[in-house]
């Protein structure tokens, strides 16, 4: 029997418009109670009384499942704020219905900001206090006992590296550490929700390695990770699910490997040539490659292998240059991101030739 | 044990103590700068003016007529620096952060104007206190109370005015020269500084309409007993009704205005 993966999930709820919460689903045989989300026929249009309204979400459906790590991918405008923020309340849908943890975001908005912890793509920190006490008054407003707030702030910022700048004041810190400090602060708490929007942006590679980690262990002991992310590797080597979304819409969804079979069809070829590097690249201008990148003496080029033979395309390298390595792989997550949303008419740049 | 909502008010009040107490900056600005007034602007004129000062049917020392004025004015510094502080929150995000902790607008509110005033409290006793021994400010102690009362109701209002206007700003040259030009018109066109009788017809009218005067007027009264209770009773219920609007202008901004 074929496995229900979240893209059938969504097929069905999408037809199932009023779902009791508590019990299990008729078509799936799942409990509705293991969701942490369920989006349905989300519209949400800004500007809405002018004659130039703007459609954020355009009939979005989603379901993160509890204890998953839900990464919401897209690029600039697709609308992912605009999700976060309906989903920690801080906005209200024009139409359709969202639900965390069973409860409505707009009549239940209060019950639902008590079971969720948030890091907005600002850099929401205060700025006149220090380290220690952003830690410590954002534990208070999420109800942690006192007598435990100075151990875990300390725990806190020893994972993350923060204990040296312990008492100093955020507005003297680095854009760097300001991001980090905001990423801490949802570790202070036990919510079992955590929205993460663009957390390790900004981060050097040893801190962004520190948050995903500790992101990986939170999944593990059970709470429910949604975040959005520009970085497709870091979202392919933590997510459970994966959904991208364009111009308010849903593209795909799924684990991320059913989504890289979005992009099956592409191939990945690295050549690296022997010093000086390839002749001009020029010579591959008459394939219709997906991406082409060109570094010093490596060649990367993704390619539908529907439309051009890879065949052709390992000959025309080969005439380039010495080849002392050759690398043929199948799609990246990069590719389906680029074919999903070149599907649409509008490729976002595949020929990009670095010095 | 405490409630969620009690718990949430003092995170909000912790929230705004540790700020205040870590910066010398929050500290001169709300507890200083009217004293200063009072020390430095307040004795040259009460020199400048050796015979009194006018007011109605009194004559007294400018000392004394300034010290409702400076009560008035750390009312309204204290409100004017929390605006600020909601425009710098907001500005750095981190006031969109407040809104996805699980607490209430109004609970959010609540704690925001309990600590200011508190604030405004200590404010009022320091001047006072500095008026009465520093300047032998003759203090009707009868009414004192009510001086307090006075700080405290006049602190909402302006808390809720310019917050309202605050959360509604989104460029920071707009909202400081919004704040510059309240700060100048609603200060000088009032009776903080001198009393109105003297001034031009237009200047007395706008100082008439202002908020600033009606609160000014109503803690010169309980303080060193200046104007009469019929005027006063009406600048008073003015002033209620300003802080009532205020109060739905700036709920109605967090809740619309912020959140579409």
Redesign the interface.
Known sequence: MPEIGPVSLILLTNRCRFIDWACTHPVLAISMSNLAILVEDLVKVYEERTDHPVRALDGLSLVVRQGEIFGLLGRNGAGKTTLLRILTTLSRPTAGTVTVLGLDVVQQSYAVRRQLCAVLQENAVEIFLSVEDNLSTYARFHSIPRREIGARAGAVMEQFGLREYRTQKVIDLSGGLKRRLQVAKVFMVDKPLVFLDEATTGMDPINRRTTLDAIREQARKGRTIFLTTHMLEEAEELCDTIAIIDKGKRLAVGDPRTVKSFGSRVVDIRVTYAPPGPASVARLSPFPLMRLEHRNTTIDVALDADRISPFEVLQELGRLGTVVNLEVTEGSLEDAFFELLGSKGDTPAPWRDRP | MEG?AV??I??VM??EY??RT??LT?AFYDLIMPLTYLLLFGIGLDRAFASGITAGDRTVGYNAFFLAGVLSMASFGIAINTAYGFF?DRD???F?????????RAQFLVGKIMFNCILSIVQAVLTISMGTLLLSIPLHWETAGLAIAGVIVGTGGWFFFLSGFALRFRRNDMFNTFINIAYFLLMFASSLFYPLEGLPDWLRAASFANPLTWHTDVLRFVTVGIGTPGTIVIEAGAFLVFLTVSFFFAVRTLQHGV??
């Open positions: 969620p718990t949430m003092l995170a912790y929230r540790r700020i870590t910066s929050w710098v750095n995000g981190i969109y952060e407040f809104l996805t902790y699980p607490m209430t959140v579409k």
